[in-house]
């Protein structure tokens, strides 16, 4: 993986710094590292929670991006 946790949450700090309203954009890579990266977790015990704190978002935002990952289109 190109991207680490420490450069995903500086991303994560500097795009909510931006914003005026509503969720943060985030780059289709950062959601596919984020989804990797809790993925991972999961089979090292770590909990969804536990990733998306350690990547500085929600748990229902990473929870969502996880589900959308496996949905097939249509």
Same mark, same amino acid.
């Given at each position: 993986m190109?991207?680490?946790?420490? /450069?995903?949450?500086?991303?994560v700090?500097? /795009?909510?710094?931006e914003? /005026?309203r509503?969720?943060?954009p985030? $780059?289709p890579?950062?959601?596919?590292f984020?989804?990797?990266?809790a993925r991972a977790g999961?089979s090292q015990d770590?909990s969804?929670t ?5 990547l500085g978002? $929600?748990?229902?935002?990473? /929870?969502e991006w996880m ?8």
């Open positions: 190109q991207m680490t946790v420490e /450069r995903f949450r500086e991303e700090l500097r /795009r909510r710094g914003r /005026r509503g969720a943060a985030y $780059s890579e950062q959601r596919a984020a989804v990797a990266y999961l770590r969804v536990a990733s998306a704190a350690a978002i $929600s748990d229902p935002t990473l /929870r589900a959308q990952s496996t949905a097939k289109p249509g």
